[in-house]
C-alpha cells in the first residue's frame, strides 16, 4: 500500500534558525496537505498543494510540491516559540482512494 | 461556531471492559474518521465511514468497533479485543466525493488502561 515518509522525526532549533521537514510518498500523489498540531492539541490543517512544482507561502513557512508530484517540503525561516509543535504531511494516491495516508510527523522544538 | 466535538477528554478503562468514545459534527460533513495516534506513529487510521450506516476498516480496525446511524455521530467502541488501547483518539471530518477537501479534527479523547 501507499507510505508516506516523514524526516526528520525530531528538529532542535534555536529561536531565529530555519527547520524543514520532507515528506516522501512511494507513489505519485494527487495531492498533498500539511497540517499543524500543538502540543497538547489537535491537528489543524495548513494548505494544500495540487500541481506540479507547486510553491506556496504562508508568511515565513513554504510550502513545496515536487515536479513528480511525490515528495514535498514544509520550510519555515527565522522560526520562533510559536511555531512549536508536530508537522504532518497527509498524502492522496492518484487514482486511489479519497482517504490521505499521513506521514509520522515532524516535531519542531524551538529553544529561546 | 461548527466544528466537532469529542467526548470525553480524558477516559480510563478497567480490563474486561469495552469503552465507548463518542464524537459530533455539526458541519455537515458527509465523511468521517477516527484515527489512533500514539507517540512517535503519526495518525493511524482505524474505521472511517463516508455515508449514515456504511463504514470501512482502516489500517489497525482490529480490537475496535463503530456505527453510522447518523450523519453527525460516529462513536467509536474500543473493546476487551483491544489489549493495548493507551493511546491518543482523533476524530475528524470532511467533505466527501472531493479528494482536496481538507480534514477537520475534534479535540481528541486520551485513553488509558486502569
Same mark, same amino acid.
Given at each position: 500500500?501507499?507510505?508516506?515518509?516523514?524526516?526528520?522525526?525530531?528538529?532542535?532549533?534555536?529561536?531565529?534558525?530555519?527547520?524543514?521537514?520532507?515528506?516522501?510518498?512511494?507513489?505519485?500523489?494527487? +495531492? %498533498?496537505?500539511?497540517?499543524?498540531?500543538?502540543?497538547?492539541?489537535?491537528?489543524?490543517?495548513?494548505?494544500?498543494?495540487? @500541481?506540479?512544482?507547486?510553491? @506556496?507561502?504562508?508568511?515565513?513557512?513554504?510550502?513545496?510540491?515536487?515536479?513528480?508530484?511525490? +515528495?514535498?517540503?514544509?520550510? %519555515?525561516?527565522?522560526?520562533?516559540?510559536?511555531?512549536?509543535?508536530?508537522?504532518?504531511?497527509?498524502?492522496?494516491?492518484?487514482?486511489?482512494?479519497?482517504?490521505?495516508?499521513?506521514?509520522?510527523?515532524?516535531?519542531?522544538?524551538?529553544?529561546? | 461556531?461548527?466544528? %466537532?466535538?469529542?467526548?470525553?477528554?480524558?477516559?480510563?478503562?478497567?480490563?474486561?471492559?469495552?469503552?465507548?468514545?463518542?464524537?459530533?459534527? +455539526?458541519?455537515?460533513?458527509?465523511?468521517?474518521?477516527?484515527?489512533?495516534?500514539?507517540?512517535?506513529?503519526?495518525?493511524?487510521?482505524?474505521?472511517?465511514?463516508?455515508?449514515?450506516?456504511?463504514?470501512?476498516?482502516?489500517?489497525?480496525?482490529?480490537?475496535?468497533?463503530?456505527?453510522?446511524?447518523?450523519?453527525?455521530?460516529?462513536?467509536?467502541?474500543?473493546?476487551?479485543?483491544?489489549?493495548?488501547?493507551?493511546?491518543?483518539?482523533?476524530?475528524?471530518?470532511?467533505?466527501?466525493?472531493?479528494?482536496?477537501?481538507?480534514?477537520?479534527?475534534?479535540?481528541?479523547?486520551?485513553?488509558? %488502561?486502569?
Amino acid at each position: 500500500g501507499q507510505q508516506v515518509m516523514q524526516i526528520p522525526q525530531y528538529q532542535h532549533v534555536q529561536e531565529g534558525e530555519d527547520f524543514t521537514t520532507y515528506c516522501n510518498s512511494s507513489t505519485t500523489l494527487s +495531492n %498533498i496537505q500539511w497540517y499543524k498540531q500543538r502540543p497538547g492539541g489537535h491537528p489543524v490543517f495548513l494548505i494544500q498543494l495540487v @500541481k506540479s512544482g507547486e510553491v @506556496k507561502k504562508q508568511k515565513r513557512l513554504t510550502f513545496q510540491f515536487g515536479e513528480a508530484k511525490k +515528495n514535498s517540503s514544509l520550510h %519555515i525561516t527565522a522560526t520562533q516559540t510559536t511555531d512549536v509543535g508536530t508537522y504532518f504531511c497527509a498524502g492522496r494516491a492518484s487514482g486511489g482512494s479519497y482517504i490521505p495516508t499521513f506521514g509520522r510527523g515532524t516535531s519542531l522544538i524551538v529553544h529561546p | 461556531d461548527g466544528g %466537532i466535538t469529542q467526548s470525553p477528554k480524558y477516559l480510563f478503562r478497567k480490563e474486561g471492559q469495552n469503552v465507548t468514545l463518542s464524537c459530533e459534527q +455539526n458541519l455537515n460533513h458527509d465523511a468521517m474518521y477516527w484515527y489512533r495516534q500514539d507517540p512517535g506513529q503519526g495518525l493511524r487510521l482505524i474505521y472511517y465511514s463516508q455515508i449514515v450506516n456504511d463504514f470501512q476498516k482502516g489500517d489497525i480496525a482490529e480490537g475496535y468497533s463503530v456505527s453510522r446511524e447518523k450523519k453527525e455521530s460516529f462513536p467509536l467502541t474500543v473493546t476487551s479485543a483491544q489489549k493495548n488501547p493507551t493511546a491518543f483518539y482523533l476524530c475528524a471530518s470532511s467533505k466527501a466525493g472531493d479528494y482536496k477537501q481538507p480534514q477537520h479534527f475534534g479535540d481528541g479523547t486520551r485513553l488509558s %488502561i486502569l
